[in-house]
């Protein structure tokens, strides 16, 4: 879905479909060179990351490897509690692997710190993070990301991969909601 058929339910597009693509080719680069020696392990975390997992993957060079996991934050409404239930766990033994944790937005930061505390505790040779959006403003805990797309702004964004009530995810941009799309 384009940002003209997704029409007034936006308020406004923060990252155009080209912005988006430009710059996960540019990661892909950055991937390809410090993982050229490497076996690679990628780990997309669902359901947001699907978007970033399957342009970057196809837009990197060098052989890699992919798995999924599915997390979720208790906690009431739409803020990051930062206690994390698994809901769908590596198929991969991590021990002595590269992994690359691959992320839409790093908003509190809460869900992966925990994440990176949890993978680093199976052995990897290596835990670095590459996600394709930052709320510098939002942080609450300071992690390391590697390979960041974009620094937005602190605002609720949808498309490319993250959602509104589960809908939008396939919007081609990202995009602030009109209000009356919350009401
Ligand atoms: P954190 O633990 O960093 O606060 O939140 C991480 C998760 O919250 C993200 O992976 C994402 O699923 C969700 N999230 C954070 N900010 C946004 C946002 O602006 N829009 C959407 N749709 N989801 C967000
Ligand atoms: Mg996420
Ligand atoms: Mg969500």
């Given at each position: 879905m384009d940002a003209a058929t997704a029409g007034?339910?936006?308020?406004?597009?923060?990252?155009?479909?080209?912005?988006?693509?430009?710059?996960?080719?540019?990661?892909?680069?950055?991937?390809?060179?410090?993982?050229a020696d490497k076996d690679v392990l990628l780990v997309g975390v669902l359901k947001g990351a699907v978007m970033v997992m399957a342009d970057l993957s196809r837009a990197m060079s060098i052989p890699l490897s992919m798995d999924f996991m599915a997390v979720s934050s208790y906690g009431s409404g739409t803020k990051s509690?930062?206690?994390?239930?698994i809901l769908k766990d590596l198929d991969t033994d991590i021990s002595g692997r590269h992994v690359v944790v691959v992320?839409?937005?790093?908003?509190?930061g809460l869900t992966l710190?925990?994440?990176?505390?949890?993978?680093?505790?199976?052995?990897?040779?290596?835990?670095?993070?590459?996600?394709?959006?930052?709320?510098?403003?939002?942080?609450?805990?300071?992690?390391?990301?590697?390979?960041?797309?974009?620094?937005?702004?602190?605002?609720?964004v949808v498309g490319y991969g993250l959602d509104f009530a589960d809908k939008y995810r396939n919007l081609d941009c990202v995009a602030t909601l009109a209000p009356h799309v919350y009401s």
């Open positions: 007034t339910d936006l308020e406004h597009v923060l990252l155009s479909r080209e912005q988006v693509a430009t710059r996960v080719a540019e990661l892909a680069a950055d991937l390809d060179r410090d993982y509690s930062g206690v994390v239930r992320e839409d937005i790093i908003d509190s710190s925990w994440l990176l505390a949890n993978l680093s505790s199976r052995g990897p040779a290596s835990v670095k993070v590459c996600a394709l959006l930052r709320k510098p403003e939002a942080a609450k805990v300071e992690v390391d990301v590697e390979y960041v797309g974009y620094d937005i702004p602190n605002e609720f």
